[in-house]
């Protein structure tokens, strides 16, 4: 990217002011009577409780901040009454205030400028800001059409950002949390059982007898209720099936871990499926009742007996079988979990119809300790004037995945990309709360769609890789300095959660609901923005649904009663699914009309050649994918990644416990940085595992550059889900090198 266009900027590293901070926020505070006041007595001085809920990851827990009089946020704690966090957040979110506190964060809007042939940032006010990015969304809407400018977001900064993308007239919208993360899920299940699975996941887990983990690593991957509710119950006696290459922290609750040989899970699922039919344990009642095509499935599993699967999966036939017995004496309540990072071999919604089948068979869906029917409340919208119709948007760029249901990253990243025949031409890009190049592999292409693009827009609240590309970077303030869309999430019982700011916004950073209302102004698009601020939004919507901005400041989270009918499916009652049959389907009618599987078959992945290992990588129980690795308050608690490996590839490679190596790809892409070696049993031999979101390479990050090695870097070759466009990340193998290879290139 040297003498581009748009050259990626890396800011000198900061001085003094970069120093990590105390963990001040983990020390104990004698907060008393901290619920249900509005003000905690602390000695010596009083402490005021605002209701926000968390912005660490996406299960948006509900919280009280506590700050005082200065500014300063002196801790965050659970909100009693979610059914989120039951009143406890994890060691992330109680770390939240390092977000606020983060010396490094951005604090001014900044605009590239070229001074002596040198491109740099330059402070500029929000005025000279607003006007650039409007200026500049004005020129290609005229010059090429609303279309061809795309958000691409994640997090609470994506709602406002699409109301006004839609106001714009673009419905280029695409966000990682669905190509990169549970999209194939939700096509897997929705083709199954007519429903997303959706966020937070209706498992019943506080009710279960048994829970089956496949590559969901619960307890390191945090989501919080979730965590509590298997806690909960494994102390009730539940038995917990847990199938991992890895032998993660979950695997060590379990009674079965099966060490399966990574990508051959759908072999696995087939022979569980095939001894419940062929043992006669699945729920033939229910089956019966609520299926179509069990005949077919039937048919189609005779081969897969676990002698079978054996070969592929290296899990042994009777492990296999006394697993399967087990999920279902526990039947129905029995949990097949839907896992959530689902884009692995291309061939997940499959995977995941397998998954959903296997709970279609064990009478899980719509039955206590298995899925619940989950209900949320809608809010309703603020009014305003109808959204203009797009000539194409995310539906038409996606056109060759007849299941998607959502923008996709990649593809609008590869719309950007100029070429002769460009069907769908992107020409700029608005990215908020997303830190592409850590998010999505394939980092050539996003640099080629970087050149090819007319402009780009970053808002975000750290300096971030992302925010080296920009032409204009917007500062947010983060989520403990503002207002926010309300959560209404599905539960068990609906329930609603404000985020009120409990200090003022540091430094020049704003929200983003105020920068989509300052640039519709400046957009022509002021009818959309028809309020002053948030707060008469936030009003409007709550007084809809039977509450007010004052009760829920005070309460924080409103829970609501179910009107949608009971959680469970009722004895002796008619069910009709929302599938095309109206019955859980085994055997897929639409996937066969289009001449795909209708039902899952396993197909063989590619395996590392000698010298080789996988790249497997999850998540770090102590931060969020790339955004929290700077936070002052868990950087304290893991500053680094290490790569995992098996006692026997550190012989192999005559490797020793904290070595530092560098690995290669398939694609001869070399890391960064070094990455220390950990020698453990708990990796199977032929892979490596690391944590995601690591190896920073934008200096402004004072405690996170340089740190350990970044997983995306490493994934250049993925394997596209042909049904909905997931981007499989996990066909990637690395050698390991004790000296830099790039190094030894240039001597
Ligand atoms: N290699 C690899 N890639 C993956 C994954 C993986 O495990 N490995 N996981 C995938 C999954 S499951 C997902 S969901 C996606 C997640 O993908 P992303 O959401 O892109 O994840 P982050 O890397 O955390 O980037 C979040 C960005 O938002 C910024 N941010 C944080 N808070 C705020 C805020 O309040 N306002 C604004 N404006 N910005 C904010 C952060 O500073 C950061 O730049 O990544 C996917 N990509
Ligand atoms: N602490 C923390 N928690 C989080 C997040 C976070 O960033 N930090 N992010 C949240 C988000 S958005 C998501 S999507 C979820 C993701 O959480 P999960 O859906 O649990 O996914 P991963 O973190 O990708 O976990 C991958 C697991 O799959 C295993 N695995 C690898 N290959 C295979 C294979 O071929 N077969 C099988 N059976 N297993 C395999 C790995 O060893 C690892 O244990 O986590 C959420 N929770
Ligand atoms: S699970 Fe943890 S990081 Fe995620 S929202 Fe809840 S407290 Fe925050
Ligand atoms: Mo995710």
Known sequence: MNNSRRSFIKLSALGASGVALSSAAFSAIPIKDTINSGVAKIDPLPLKRTATYCEVCFWKCAAWAFSDEQGTIHKIIGNQNDPHCFGRLCPRGTGGVGMYSDKDRLKHPLIRTEINGKQEFKEASWEEALNLVASKMQTIKDQYGPESMALIKHGSPGSHLEHLFKAYGSDTIAEPAYAQCRGPRETGFGLTFGSWVGSPEPTDIRDTKCLVLIGSHLGENMHNSQVQEMSDAIDNGAKIITVDPRFSTVASKSQFWLPIKPSTDIALLLSWMHVLIYEDLYNKEYVEKYGHGFKALKKHVKPFSPEWAYGITAIKPDQIRKTARAMAAAAPSTIVHPGRHV??????????????????????????????FKEKIKIPKYPHPKYPHPKWGWKEIGEKFPFAEMGNTTEVIKASIASENQKYPIKGWFVAGT??????????????????????????????????YADVILPECTYLER????????????SVALRAPAVEPQYNTKPAWWMAKELGNRLGLADYFDFENIEEVLDWQLKQIGSSLKEMKKIGVKNFKRKSGPLYLEKGKPYEFPTQSGKIEFYSEELAGMGLDPMPVYTPHETPDSGFYRLNYGRSPMHTF????????????????????????????????????????????????????????????????????FGHNNKKLSRAHGKGISDTDMITRIKVDPLMGGTGMRGNFVKIHAENPAKEVLI
């Not at 884009?343 to 206590?368: C, E, F, M, P």
């Not at 592999?441 to 007319?454: C, D, F, G, M, T």
């Open 343 to 372: 884009t692995w071999y291309g061939d997940d919604s499959q995977r995941a119809r397998a998954v959903a089948i296997l709970n279609g068979l064990l009478g899980s869906w719509g039955n206590k300790g298995g899925f619940y």
């Open 626 to 693: 790339s955004r929290t690795i700077n936070n002052p308050n868990l950087s304290d608690l893991t500053d680094e990644n290490t790569l995992w490996v098996n006692p026997k590839v550190a012989r192999i490679e005559n490797l020793k416990k904290g070595q530092e190596v560098w690995l290669e790809n398939q694609d001869g892409i070399v890391s960064q940085f070094p990455i220390k070696v950990r020698v453990t049993e708990r990796i199977r031999w032929d892979s490596v595992y690391m944590y995601h979101g």
């Open 483 to 494: 207002y926010d869309g309300l959560r209404s999430s599905p539960n068990r019982e609906p």
């Open 435 to 468: 830190n592409l190049v850590a998010s999505v592999p394939q980092k050539n292409i996003i640099e080629k769609a970087v050149e090819s693009l007319e402009f780009i827009v970053v808002m975000d609240t750290m300096p971030m890789e992302i925010t080296g």
